[in-house]
């Protein structure tokens, strides 16, 4: 006889335990698992009506009983149910109602369920605003049933979700999603280097990465960044950098994710705004310079070079004065940037990461 898994939701009042259902049930309904899930709250008003719409919603069965108020037998009869209708798995959303003050029976409450439901994996949900209290909160649900998986709610506010660390330390039990808005479809599995940096104020170091990644050659890159920062920017450089820019994307996306650059951004956003297509145009440019002057940018300063350089391009005079613009804000830029060596360090060194 088929046995179906069965996943019992736990968390105070508001922790966003019937939100996290429906983003479970739709996470692995995309995975091509037949989901059902249970409203085995009868304290707060609606929780019924708010559990069956999310389900019609995400495609998953759904069972409760509007009129009970015998949480246990709704979430066994449940169960059962739902198993016989071919599930292959359950999800039981509970009450969080009493929150702190009722605490005693909302514990018994869940041990009730969990005996009557035996789950194969009970789930803590917690928001991430929380914090130190996260502690306490998890060892006492702990005890009453052992705590399988933690899922940290409203990622997406200011909180960084730092109590969720102190949760796992209490149980044991690991962080497995992430709540990053209130739609069903923000939700993430959770992914612990991202979760690091963003404790650390670190930016995303992932999706950085991950476009690094990208590049044909790593170690080019680096090259080009060492040798901005030392200062030799050349329109050598220059070109190679755009080349690189083309393959990274925009640049002020790059920028944002690196840690500590967000607040410097400002200086940043002038060579932030170089298109697709001005960059072809700039590559042409230096296309027709001589080796002298791409070595030496200030000689771009000398207007019958500029005007030279502009014919050889087929492209107008201020087009070129653009470019040395663009050049000599680049070079500002890298003098700011000099100051913050840290930051270039761990960027550099960041192509080197294990995966
Ligand atoms: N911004 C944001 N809001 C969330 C998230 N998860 C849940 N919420 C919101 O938090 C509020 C409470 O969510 P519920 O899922 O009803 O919380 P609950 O734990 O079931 O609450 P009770 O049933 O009263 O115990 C709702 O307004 C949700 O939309 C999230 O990841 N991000
Ligand atoms: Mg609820």
């Known amino acids: 006889p088929y046995t179906p ?27 091509g698992y037949k989901v059902g899930v249970v409203a085995a709250d009868t304290y707060r008003p ?27 037998s709704i979430a066994q009869r449940g169960v059962e149910e739902l198993r016989k209708r071919g599930a292959d798995i359950i999800i039981v959303d509970t009450a969080g109602r ?96 991202r979760f690091v940096a963003r404790l650390l104020g670190m930016g995303d ?59 410097m951004l400002d200086s940043f956003d002038e060579a932030a705004k170089v298109s697709e297509e001005k960059m072809r145009k700039w590559m042409s440019i230096m296309n027709s310079m001589t080796y002298d002057e791409l070595d030496n940018p200030e000689l771009l300063e000398q207007r019958s070079r500029v005007k030279r350089i502009a014919i050889g391009a087929g492209v107008e005079i201020s087009d070129v004065r653009e470019l040395y613009n663009y050049y000599k804000t680049v070079k500002r830029m890298m003098r700011q940037l000099r100051k913050r060596k840290d930051i270039l360090e761990r960027f550099a060194k960041m192509g080197r990461l294990p995966g």
């Open 205 to 263: 170091l992932e999706s950085l990465l991950e476009r690094i990644e990208r590049l044909q050659g790593v170690e080019e890159f680096e090259k080009t960044v060492a040798e901005m920062v030392a200062g030799k920017i050349t329109f050598r450089v220059l070109y190679r950098q755009l080349e690189q820019m083309r393959k990274l994307g925009p640049f002020r996306k790059v920028l944002q994710m690196i840690p500590g650059f967000s607040t």
């Open 46 to 72: 609606g929780a019924y009506e708010q559990l069956r719409q999310l389900a019609d919603r995400v495609g998953a069965m759904f069972y409760g009983e509007p009129d009970s108020k015998d949480p246990v």
């Open 98 to 193: 009493h929150g702190y003050g009722e605490e005693e029976a909302l514990l018994k409450e869940m041990q009730d369920i969990a005996a009557a439901v035996r789950p194969d994996e009970v789930m803590l949900v917690i928001d991430a605003a929380m914090g130190q209290k996260s502690y306490d909160l998890a060892k006492r649900f702990h005890e009453a049933t052992p705590i399988g998986s933690i899922v940290v709610t409203k990622m997406d506010g200011t909180a960084k979700g730092g109590g969720a660390l102190s949760a796992v330390a209490a149980t044991g039990a690991r962080i497995k999603f992430i709540g990053t808005g209130e739609d069903v479809d923000e939700f993430e599995v959770f992914r612990p280097r």
């Open 5 to 31: 898994y069965v996943i019992m939701m736990v968390g105070v009042q508001g922790s966003g335990k019937t939100t996290t259902v429906g983003k479970l049930a739709k996470f692995y309904r995309s995975m």
